[in-house]
């Protein structure tokens, strides 16, 4: 047996182990698959985290938490007669070699384009396989539970694979500023549903935007979230030093030229 498969053995024993409703862990018995789901979001959140930390120590150990989600409910489904782990992973090594026939086979592709034409085509075709005719939508099969910026950009892939799409990012830019603009007039009528509404479409719109310049809004947004926590922090330590322990005291303008004295040591010649 090679190392990477007494591993699993191990682990899938482990979880046997911790699920047994005699000598067992009370609490791991009394998980479900709805119950684990606020956990499998967090693990894979840092996952992400010791990624874009790039900490290869911490993504190692945050893999192994990861993985120990996909086990458990495996096990779960395996005690009810539904599926077990073996499943798991024979199914998505079948369906990894279906949609690489580039690779597996004797398919070809000009460019990244081609491919990634084929890979949608592939991923439909198993949609309509999978399906009973209930929801032959484009839209289908995008879960509910992504986070929203994720859901937004799969919906908008969905819909340029169906023809519906901007040509190109200026378009996209226009409507940004046309959903800003019923953004303003929305606010200036004080209806707090419609301004909502406005907020959504505009949010909708740079994610389309950012998408149409071969970006990820998630990926942009946390890279955005890292810097201002990056300079509020430094603004911090800045007024901590000159004596300035309670920042609520200083009032905005004071606020607002330590922010810009963090902009203006970091080199910042993006933002004026």
Known sequence: MSEACEAIEGLLALMARLRD????CPWDHAQTWRSLVPYTLEEAYEV????????????REELGDLLFQVV???RIAEEQGLFDFAAVARGITEKMHRRHPHVFGDAEHADEASLRRAWESAKAEERAAKGDGADDSQMAGI???????????????????AGFDWPGPEGALEKVREELEEVGQAAAQGDPAHLGEELGDLLFAV??????????????????????ERRFRAMERDLADAGHRDLSALGLERLDAAWEAVKAREGDVHED
């Open 21 to 24: 409703p005699e000598d067992g």
């Open 72 to 74: 458990f409910y495996s």
């Open 48 to 59: 992400a985290d010791a990624v874009q930390h790039d900490d290869a120590g911490a993504l």
């Open 207 to 228: 994610v389309n935007l950012v998408r149409l310049h071969g970006h990820q809004s998630e990926e942009v947004l946390r890279t955005a979230n890292d810097k201002f």
């Open 143 to 161: 879960a509910r539970a992504l986070p929203a910026l994720v859901r937004a950009h799969k919906l908008q892939k969905r819909a340029r694979d």
